[in-house]
């Protein structure tokens, strides 16, 4: 996973200009498989060092089936998530001098049951100082308005200082001072064939279909940051316990510089 894809220029000026892109075929047809089958066997994880971040039919479950940081527990998810393939493409959108691994999540939305992911952003979640943090979002299923693809706001990254909204019980973050302009009907839907995937900044407004069919929809997300970006002191999962203080870099074995 360390082989290396130049991006066409058009692909770098869409990306910086909308805050989001899509770009096909990241993976072939034999790693699309490889990849599901070990996004299978980490969901099966009991214990470890990765996270599920809700039970069986919790409410959270029913909007995303939710697996974080499976590379620390499966061999085979840190040769995906840890490669430089997809770092080094978020480093050619973004100008960054350097990419480091935030975490990464792999995201099912279940059959027949599951519930839209309600319009948000993504950074302030994020114990972040500094904005510029984007993830990849791989479709390891063709993905459409029936199964759970993703819609994106145009040059929505340039709105900042909203609060992080629940996906639970879902806020408009369109009725939010500074969001009250954003015209949601300038949403771009992106469908997509497995294999292929989206980047998108940080702070773009997103949403994510609901799944109304008796199959998982299933894709690989992950968040990257740029090098030298600084922790706020917000709680995290990825961060709780580590003994950062507000200001320090994060760093490390567990945020590892990709590209």
């Not at 060092?49 to 039970?55: A, G, I, K, P, W």
């Not at 939710?66 to 998530?81: E, F």
Request: glycine share 8%; proline share 4%; aromatic share 10%.
């Amino acid at each position: 996973m360390n082989d290396r894809r130049a991006l066409e220029q058009d692909r770098i000026d869409y990306y910086r200009e909308n805050g989001f892109v899509q770009i096909d075929d990241v993976l072939s047809s034999e790693e699309v498989e490889e990849l599901r089958e070990y996004l299978f066997e980490t969901m099966d994880t009991s214990g470890g060092r990765s996270l599920q971040t809700d039970v069986e039919n919790g409410l959270y479950y029913r909007v995303l089936n939710q697996r974080v940081n499976t590379w620390r527990d499966h061999g085979g998810m840190a040769r995906y998530v840890l490669g430089s393939r997809f770092a080094d493409m978020g480093k050619q959108l973004t100008g960054f001098e350097g990419i480091r691994l935030f975490h990464d999540h792999a995201l099912f939305k279940m059959p027949n049951d599951s519930k839209p992911t309600p319009w948000h952003q993504d950074w302030p979640y994020w114990p972040m100082r500094e904005t510029g943090a984007f993830s990849i979002w791989i479709a390891l299923d063709d993905v459409d308005e029936n199964n759970g693809c993703m819609m994106f706001v145009p040059k929505s990254q340039k709105i900042k200082n909203l609060k992080s909204v629940s996906l639970v019980n879902p806020e408009d973050i369109f009725a939010q001072d500074g969001a009250r302009e954003v015209d949601r009907n300038t949403a771009a839907i992106v469908r997509m064939k497995a294999g292929s995937c989206t980047f998108h900044d940080g702070l773009t407004f997103h949403y994510a279909h609901a799944n109304r069919t008796d199959k998982p929809r299933r894709a690989l997300a992950i968040i990257y940051m740029a090098d030298g970006t600084t922790y706020s002191g917000a709680p995290h999962v990825c961060t709780d316990g580590l003994g950062l203080a507000p200001g320090d870099v994060i760093k490390g074995g567990l945020f590892p510089k990709l590209a």
